[in-house]
């Protein structure tokens, strides 16, 4: 009997060790895998278009926080999967009269801007994730917007927790302001251009046609910037409807153009379920920011440590969450891209 229990423990003492030592090697060959993916990118660029690499370097060198640095990772990756489209497209011969090019041009002037890459100083848009709130030093640069906000602020009407979902949605205006404006600059240089060729040929008449195409692009981003400014207006001065069915800004803007579109009964109810999914899908997006900004500032406390393994362990994290929200971010824009498609589409039909 004592030679059995003996036994007992030895077996078990030797399935510890081979489990200790299994998790170990395990957890060295992700760290490898890791290691090597990571080597790999920064051989063959994290991009596959070299002009995206280019801006991907620059922004390494400006020292964007976390969270923009994940949130550029993710424009630039929509702006990827649309410039391999356009190639594949121009390999068919097709986009011959050039204006899928341009808008590809115009979006990525836009994404310089935005974190301030294009080599005007204050030119970077607001940042409207979840991650900093600081109403007090960011600005609206718009004095009925300014106007609003400080009406809001001091009428009682909202709590700390509505006050800075009203706020994220001032800002998310801003952004679409100075998208607009962005957008009616090029265009601008474009119709400049234009007017400066003295005989009219083929090649004009095609420009002719892809500056109808901005304009009809202006023109709904126009009015998508003066809904979101009627619903702010509405907003700020009677307080948020309890019954209000979305919260996010962009689900909020999608829903009001939606309504607006040449949808059938049936098709709004399945957009609006829809937009329920994709406003969950943009929560957890944001969820993952707020972690990866946690994670940032703990990897920096622990670099001064010292601590090897602990700084080991944090970079792990912080390596996980990045790609984690670099993902979602992607899948985010992505969505946002189709569903705003899809109501541009309706919006068209409805001016034929």
């Known amino acids: 009997m004592a030679a059995l229990r003996a036994l007992v423990v030895l077996v078990a003492a030797f399935l510890l060790a081979?489990?200790?030592?299994?998790?170990?090697?395990?957890?060295?060959?992700?760290?490898?895998l890791t290691a090597?993916?990571?080597?790999?990118?920064?051989e063959t660029g994290e991009f596959r278009v070299v002009r995206l690499n280019q801006v991907w370097e620059k922004a390494q060198r400006l020292q964007l926080s976390a969270v923009k640095l994940a949130e550029l990772h993710s424009d630039l990756k929509i702006q990827e999967k649309d410039e391999?489209?356009?190639k594949k497209m121009k390999a068919e011969?097709?986009?011959?009269d050039g204006e899928k090019e341009a808008k590809l041009r115009r979006n990525l002037n836009v994404i310089m801007t935005k974190y301030g890459m294009n080599g005007k100083k204050d030119s970077q848009l607001v940042d409207t994730n979840y991650i900093k709130d600081g109403t007090e030093s960011d600005t609206l640069d718009d004095p009925r917007l300014e106007?609003?906000?400080?009406k809001a602020k001091t009428s009682g009407k909202f709590s700390d927790e509505e006050l800075d979902k009203l706020w994220r949605e001032f800002k998310h205006h801003k952004e679409k302001i100075h998208e607009y404006n962005?957008?009616?600059?090029?265009?601008?240089?474009t119709e400049d251009i234009h007017k400066n060729v003295i005989n009219p040929s083929e090649e004009n008449l095609v420009k002719e046609e892809i500056l109808h195409n901005k304009h009809r692009e202006l023109k709904d981003k126009l009015r998508s910037i003066n809904q979101g400014f009627e619903r702010l207006r509405k907003v700020s001065h009677q307080g948020y409807d309890a019954?209000?069915?979305?919260?996010?800004?962009?689900?909020?803007?999608?829903?009001?153009?939606?309504?607006?579109?040449?949808?059938?009964?049936?098709?709004?109810?399945?957009?609006?379920e829809e937009l329920k999914h994709f406003e969950a899908k943009i929560e957890k997006h944001h969820h993952y920011q707020k972690q990866l900004e946690i994670s940032h500032e703990k990897l920096k406390h622990v670099e001064g440590t010292g601590d090897k393994e602990h700084l080991n362990r944090n970079r792990e994290k912080y390596a996980m969450l990045e790609e984690?929200?670099?993902?979602?971010?992607?899948?985010?824009?992505?969505?946002?891209?189709?569903?705003?498609?899809?109501?541009?589409?309706?919006?068209?039909?409805?001016?034929?």
């Open 182 to 189: 962005i957008l009616l600059e090029t265009v601008s240089r």
């Open 18 to 32: 081979a489990s200790s030592r299994a998790s170990k090697y395990s957890r060295e060959a992700n760290e490898g």
């Open 36 to 42: 090597a993916a990571g080597a790999k990118r920064r």
């Open 93 to 96: 011969g097709l986009d011959e």
């Open 243 to 272: 019954t209000s069915e979305f919260e996010e800004p962009r689900v909020i803007d999608l829903w009001d153009m939606a309504k607006s579109a040449n949808f059938t009964e049936k098709e709004l109810e399945s957009f609006r």
């Open 147 to 150: 106007k609003l906000w400080s």
């Open 324 to 352: 984690k929200t670099k993902e979602l971010g992607y899948k985010v824009k992505k969505h946002l891209q189709d569903l705003s498609s899809r109501i541009s589409q309706g919006l068209q039909h409805n001016e034929l």
């Open 84 to 86: 391999l489209s356009w």
